[in-house]
């Protein structure tokens, strides 16, 4: 069985079919692309799939329970995360404080749990606390977990998004355009870093425009042109399919 099940998923903008119909079957395990022309549906297929957008029609099932009408709150607690195209960070707090905020699904314990006893809450506390700083670990930021993260250059700030994302363990991460503004050093430590995510557990699914960096990292591509799937399969055919060099060519200039 998939993770990640599309069947027939569409999302309509006033007479624009922003995504088209859309099947798509995302394995579990591995690095998964999906690229496409600008405009193609990529940023409103992510929105559906984290539930920020509800669809027109169709599907979306996770690791077998339908999704489709989950709120995203729903969706991060059973395991969906996401990283956002431009940085969503909070400046004023530090980057480990950042990172709690993405356990917030998971470790909310809320008034009732204060009623239940403060030691499931301090013990919750502690958790949340290792797992920040397990996640920023991973991501190269641990000696900044004290600092303001208005103060982090703009490629360790992509990367404490990431550390959010994954802090919570989730099963499925859904990335924006990571390498967007990196530079070549940064994307590769980047690549790297997804590699990681990845052999840890979780599946990844990501959006980005470095052609370079999908091409040597990705298991599997998915190419959008006009909202539709025009493409699914290993990176190296995508690059000598005609309907996607067509895609591609035909919206230069
Ligand atoms: P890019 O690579 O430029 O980020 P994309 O592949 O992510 O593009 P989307 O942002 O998903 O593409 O947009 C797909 C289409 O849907 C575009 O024609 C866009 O103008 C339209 N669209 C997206 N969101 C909205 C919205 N909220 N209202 C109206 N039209 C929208």
């Known amino acids: 069985m998939s993770l990640l099940a599309l069947r027939r998923l569409s999302r309509h903008y006033a007479g624009i079919a922003a995504v088209d119909r859309v099947d798509l ?77 993405g356990l917030h699904p998971r470790f909310a314990s809320g008034l009732g749990a204060v009623l239940v006893g403060l030691r499931r809450v301090r013990r919750e506390e502690r958790q949340a606390l290792d797992r920040a700083g397990e996640a920023l670990a991973l991501v190269g930021l641990q000696r900044l977990a004290g600092a303001p993260a208005a103060t982090l250059s703009y490629g360790d700030a992509r990367r404490l998004e990431i550390a959010r994302a994954i802090a919570g363990a989730p099963r499925l991460l859904l990335l924006d355009e990571p390498a967007a503004g990196m530079n070549p050093a940064e994307t590769m430590a980047l690549a790297a870093l997804v590699r990681l995510i990845a052999q840890a557990g979780t599946t990844v699914l990501l959006v980005e425009h470095d052609m370079r960096f999908v091409m040597g990292l990705a298991d599997s591509v998915t190419v959008l042109n006009f909202g539709r799937c025009i493409f699914h399969g290993a990176a190296e055919a995508a690059r000598r399919d005609p309907a996607v060099i067509e895609a591609y ?5």
Request: net charge positive; no cysteine.
């Open 25 to 101: 079957d995302v394995p579990g395990g591995g690095v998964h692309a999906l690229i496409g022309p600008n405009g193609a549906g990529k940023t409103t297929l992510f929105n559906l799939i984290s539930g920020l957008v509800a669809p027109s029609a169709g599907t979306i099932v996770l690791d077998g329970t339908d999704v489709t009408r989950r709120g995203p709150e729903v969706r991060a607690r059973l395991g969906i995360a996401r990283t956002f195209q431009n940085i969503r960070i909070f400046g004023a707090m530090t980057a480990l404080e950042n990172v709690l905020t």
């Open 249 to 253: 060519l035909g919206r230069r200039g």
